[in-house]
């Protein structure tokens, strides 16, 4: 049993570094594990720094301690871990004290990743369930019987019948490699938890100005005068993050607002904290736009050259008088008029959101809301402006760069038939071959279609994959086998029918470094299978943080256990599946089953061209590692040394081949310098006309560029046009006549040869034009408020009523059919969920690490002291908190001015208790998190994004009652 600490004690002095021991003895491995005291928690000594920041030296004797460079595991600021290694075992570990990123910093999850990776609770080898038993088997079973499984599935109900979950934890190798896995088995139902955090985001944001991503930077947040941040705790979430936040809070005097439902820790820093009611995140930014547009503060000229639709806009916030704002989200206009002033007064300003503003119903137009007030306020694509959109898990970014989603192949390309040529050139594949691993379906017109070119089911609605009659689904039967690799199912909603879905299942397959609550939900007694992968320290690759700058890990230690690095489970199973073959063509195999990294590296190198992913060659990202100490700490721009002029990580878009060697994009659509410099436009990606307006650029460009306008995007009919062609090597113009001769675009020519014509003139290879505050092609073309499916505010929804149903991602979704009854009198309490410092995503990596584990050891709810008096519950007491779909937890009640009255908040890292059940002695023997809990996505209901299928967390209801 985990004791809470009892006092501020360091375990180990300051100053002194654990090398001093290790060091200057032998420690073999197994010595090492023997003298830890592994089992016993004897760890302490080695692992317990608490961040300590001693810096480490290399020693050179033959046991010297080696310092080998990774990146944290856990959220998307990306610091730096040193690990020091002896003998082949990882003995300690430093925060990188030359990483732009962290500076000599990490926060407690941070500080304890080298017990993430020797984690004891870990799975050791593959299992399977047999008889309600665990039984422990080899791999070669393991692949052998799932992959038999799998084929029988595929021959009787089609290759849609498995889904491939993928991760927010695989490397960028990886994340590409799966991918490119789920389309040579021949489906599009693969996801991963993306579409569950920031999917509105990346469809709001790049259907406004052209990439779905973070702007700018973590640095550069240094440069901004204002700090707007909402539905985002990012001194739990993202901690290192708020090095940067309050450096330009204190340099800079920036005010910094936290718009949130509730009181968070990083509301504790604010100078201006707004509470609003829970999904009203557009009524508040349309009630800040308004005194904005009422006082004239907007840019003007911005809007004329950069925006298109701002006029629609207007006439939508005209609307939202102080008064209607205040009937809808709670908040006085007072203080939003000072919010606006401050915004206005303080230019340029950056806003920052997570996942409270983007899990709704409506959760693209909060986005979409969000960049249009930078837009109004002429933020966007300056230093110190921007959209910081923090991302959470450590490669989210770039497992969603490389496409492990059911609606794009890497690097957004879509899934029409351009893309997949596109993809099937790169790979070197027979397109037809590539078609006939997919399966066809008749469409309402009577005709053929072929899934490839279909979204396949998003990971938010895979059990109505398996639960849904599929006459009513646009796929020919239900997905029978599940794999969550590297997923946690409690970050998911609806798990109550999760359970069930899990129930129906002829196999599941659980590829984690930990069983996670999908080993216990369920009652099955048979098919299921948990195979245990490395976590990232037992292998080597890219990750792109959150800002997009690409980073290296190197190797730290050889697989635990009988663990195995995700690329090579893959290349177990496309073996088993006999397209090893055709899937490794290109990439060198190191052994039978070890694909080389770095040749996946550039494999996406060759055909990422859409976002930029293709100037970042493992050497080049690696040279960044080594020379982390010349990055600029606020610009990000190396000062001389051999990455001279270059953005540390190369932030996409780096264009052109890695021998064009362009520095990386630091902040989106800065148009202040040359994009041969890291400079950018808005994307034109829209068309050249809507209703009569220009959608280009109105008379402005980057500095030096020839064509001072906007201009469209670039095709090699283009560069003819312009007379540009002629720049173009024999070998360029060659390969762009092989993909479609003049109509071959900057995204489709393999050679690079039209992006580095266009830069070399001074453009921007995509085009540039305005950026649209209008979406005309989303259901709401301008954001509007919806009140959520579950809402108590009965008197709004006349006025503010959600979508009608209808079907889209291949599956029936529900929106007016569960708003229009009644909840609230049985269900009166709002309930919000969010993140805790301690612990990260599903949790069971963090409630497995002792370190984390003991610092938060019970799942709880949040409740105003009004309303807990007013149930007769205090504060520890242990409660039922109940959804309107009859999903409960029993938590312990905190009770706090946090949250107001009427809202409840829970943390969703908690699992391993289901509806007052401790599932314990379900999981693994050895294998069980230290720290169990309630999830409250078993509390947590229906609703999804009216574009992404984004679940809605953070607005339904609930009642609380006595335990
Ligand atoms: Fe840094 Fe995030 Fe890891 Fe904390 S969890 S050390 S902030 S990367």
């Known amino acids: 049993m985990l004791r809470k600490k009892t006092n501020g004690v360091a375990r180990r002095p300051q100053g002194a570094s654990i090398l001093r021991?290790?060091?200057?003895?032998?420690?073999?491995?197994?010595?090492?594990?023997?003298?830890?005291?592994?089992?016993?928690?004897?760890?302490?000594?080695?692992?317990?720094?608490g961040g300590s920041v001693t810096r480490a030296e290399a020693q050179t004797s033959d046991n010297a301690v080696q310092l080998v460079k990774s990146v944290c595991t856990h959220c998307s600021v990306g610091c730096t871990v040193i690990a020091e290694v002896s003998n082949g075992v990882w003995v300690g570990q430093e925060p990188g004290w030359d990483s732009p990123f962290n500076l000599g910093s990490h926060c407690a999850k941070g500080a304890a990743v080298r017990e993430h990776a020797h984690g004891e609770r870990r799975l050791k080898y593959p299992m399977k369930k047999e008889g309600g038993e665990w039984k422990r088997?080899?791999?070669?079973?393991?692949?052998?019987?799932?992959?038999?499984?799998m084929l029988e599935i595929r021959a009787e109900s089609g290759p849609d019948s498995v889904y491939w979950l993928g991760s927010a934890k695989h490397n960028n190798e990886q994340a590409y490699l799966f991918r490119k896995f789920a389309a040579y088995w021949g489906t599009n139902n693969v996801d991963h938890q993306a579409r569950i955090c920031h999917s509105t985001t990346?469809?709001?944001?790049?259907?406004?100005?052209?990439?779905?991503?973070?702007?700018?930077?973590?640095?550069?947040?240094?440069?901004?005068?204002?700090?707007?941040?909402?539905?985002?705790?990012?001194?739990?979430?993202?901690?290192?993050?708020?090095?940067?936040?309050?450096?330009?809070?204190?340099?800079?005097?920036?005010?910094?607002?936290?718009?949130?439902?509730?009181?968070?820790?990083?509301?504790?820093?604010?100078?201006?904290?707004?509470?609003?009611?829970?999904?009203?995140d557009v009524a508040l930014i349309w009630g800040?736009?308004?005194?904005?547009?009422?006082?004239?503060?907007?840019?003007?000229?911005?809007?004329?050259?950069?925006?298109?639709?701002?006029?629609?806009?207007?006439?939508?916030?005209?609307?939202?008088?102080?008064?209607?704002?205040?009937?809808?989200?709670?908040?006085?206009?007072?203080?939003?008029?000072?919010?606006?002033?401050?915004?206005?007064?303080?230019?340029?300003?950056?806003?920052?959101?997570?996942m409270g503003g983007t899990q709704h119903t409506n959760g693209n137009n909060n986005t979409r809301a969000y960049c249009i007030l930078q837009l109004a306020l002429g933020n966007m694509g300056t230093s110190g402006g921007g959209t910081n959109i923090f991302r959470g898990h450590d490669n989210v970014q770039g497992a969603t760069d490389l496409g492990v989603l059911s609606h794009t192949l890497p690097g957004y390309y879509g899934l029409s038939a351009g893309a997949w040529g596109h993809w099937a050139r790169v790979w070197d594949e027979d397109p037809d071959w590539l078609k006939s691993q997919f399966a066809t379906v008749t469409g309402a017109d009577g005709k053929e279609k072929n899934l490839m070119n279909l979204t396949g089911i998003p990971v938010s609605r895979w059990i109505d994959g398996v639960l849904e009659d599929p006459a009513n689904t646009d796929q020919p039967n239900k997905v029978r086998a599940m794999v969550l690799w590297g997923h946690a199912p409690n970050s998911q909603t609806r798990m109550t029918e999760m359970k069930t879905a899990m129930e129906q299942l002829d196999t599941l397959v659980v590829i984690d470094p930990y069983p996670t609550v999908s080993a216990v939900l369920h009652d099955r007694t048979d098919g299921v299978y948990l195979l245990p992968a490395c976590t990232q320290f037992e292998t080597r690759g890219s990750v792109t943080a959150s800002n997009r700058s690409l980073q290296w890990r190197d190797k730290v230690v050889e697989p635990l256990f009988e663990s195995l690095p995700d690329h090579v489970i893959m290349a177990k199973f496309a073996n088993k599946f006999g397209w090893a073959d055709r899937l490794f063509r290109n990439i060198e195999m190191?052994?039978?089953?070890?694909?080389?990294?770095?040749?996946?590296?550039?494999?996406?190198?060759?055909?990422?061209w859409t976002i930029g992913y293709t100037g970042q060659s493992p050497e080049r990202i690696k040279a960044h590692m080594a020379n982390q100490h010349t990055f600029d700490r606020t610009t990000l721009q190396a000062v001389g040394g051999p990455n001279d002029g270059e953005y540390y990580g190369m932030p996409w878009p780096c264009w052109?081949?890695?021998?064009?060697?362009?520095?990386?994009?630091?902040?989106?659509?800065?148009?202040?310098?040359?994009?041969?410099?890291?400079?950018?436009?808005?994307?034109?990606?829209?068309?050249?006309?809507?209703?009569?307006?220009?959608?280009?650029?109105?008379?402005?460009?980057?500095?030096?560029?020839?064509?001072?306008?906007?201009?469209p995007e670039f095709t090699m009919q283009m560069l003819m046009d312009l007379g540009w062609d002629g720049d173009l090597t024999d070998e360029e113009r060659s390969a762009i006549e092989a993909v479609a001769g003049p109509k071959t675009n900057w995204k489709t020519d393999?050679?690079?040869?039209?992006?580095?014509?266009?830069?070399?003139?001074?453009?921007?290879?995509?085009?540039?034009?305005?950026?649209?505050?209008?979406?005309?092609?989303?259901?709401?073309?301008?954001?509007?408020?919806?009140?959520?499916?579950?809402?108590?505010?009965?008197?709004?929804?006349?006025?503010?009523?959600?979508?009608?149903?209808?079907?889209?991602?291949?599956?029936?979704?529900?929106?007016?059919?569960i708003q229009k009854q009644d909840f609230s009198k049985d269900y009166p309490i709002i309930l919000t969920s969010g993140r805790l410092v301690e612990y990260e995503g599903g949790g069971d990596e963090t409630r497995s690490n002792p370190w984390l584990a003991e610092l938060q050891q019970d799942m709880f709810v949040e409740i105003n002291p009004r309303d807990a008096n007013n149930l007769g519950v205090r504060d520890g007491a242990q409660v039922w908190v109940e959804g309107p779909e009859g999903g409960k937890v029993r938590v312990m009640a905190m009770v706090t001015e946090r949250v107001g009255e009427g809202v409840a908040f829970m943390p969703f890292h908690f699992g391993g208790h289901y509806q007052g059940e401790d599932l314990r002695s379900k999981y693994p023997k050895g294998a069980d998190p230290y720290v169990l809990g309630e999830s409250t996505n078993t509390a947590q209901t229906y609703g999804y994004d009216s574009v992404t299928q984004m679940q809605e967390t953070k607005a339904t209801l609930c009642k609380i009652s006595a335990a």
Request: charged share 25%.
């Open 288 to 354: 800040i736009l308004w005194h904005i547009f009422e006082n004239g503060w907007e840019d003007k000229e911005f809007i004329r050259t950069r925006v298109w639709g701002m006029d629609q806009i207007r006439e939508e916030v005209a609307k939202w008088s102080p008064d209607e704002v205040e009937r809808v989200t709670g908040t006085p206009e007072s203080q939003l008029k000072r919010v606006a002033r401050t915004l206005a007064n303080n230019r340029p300003g950056t806003v920052i959101w997570c």
């Open 202 to 280: 990346v469809a709001g944001v790049a259907n406004t100005w052209g990439y779905g991503a973070m702007t700018n930077s973590y640095n550069d947040i240094h440069k901004s005068k204002a700090i707007f941040i909402i539905g985002g705790n990012p001194a739990e979430a993202h901690p290192v993050s708020l090095l940067h936040v309050l450096r330009a809070k204190e340099q800079n005097n920036a005010p910094l607002i936290v718009c949130d439902p509730r009181f968070t820790r990083t509301a504790a820093h604010a100078d201006e904290y707004v509470r609003f009611r829970p999904g009203t």
């Open 750 to 817: 393999l050679s690079g040869g039209i992006q580095r014509v266009a830069i070399k003139h001074g453009c921007a290879p995509f085009g540039n034009a305005k950026a649209r505050a209008v979406v005309w092609t989303f259901p709401d073309p301008v954001p509007l408020h919806r009140e959520p499916l579950y809402t108590n505010r009965r008197d709004l929804v006349a006025d503010y009523p959600t979508y009608e149903d209808r079907k889209f991602y291949r599956l029936p979704t529900l929106y007016a059919s």
């Open 137 to 149: 088997i080899s791999w070669d079973e393991a692949i052998n019987e799932i992959g038999d499984k």
């Open 590 to 608: 190191e052994d039978d089953e070890t694909p080389n990294i770095e040749d996946i590296t550039r494999e996406f190198n060759r055909g990422l």
């Open 21 to 49: 021991d290790a060091a200057h003895k032998s420690v073999d491995r197994r010595t090492f594990l023997k003298g830890s005291g592994v089992a016993a928690g004897g760890l302490a000594a080695i692992t317990a720094t």
């Open 656 to 711: 052109g081949t890695p021998e064009m060697k362009h520095p990386g994009t630091p902040n989106l659509y800065d148009m202040s310098k040359p994009v041969a410099e890291g400079g950018l436009c808005f994307r034109a990606r829209f068309g050249v006309e809507r209703d009569g307006d220009n959608l280009l650029a109105d008379g402005v460009s980057n500095p030096g560029a020839e064509i001072q306008d906007g201009y």
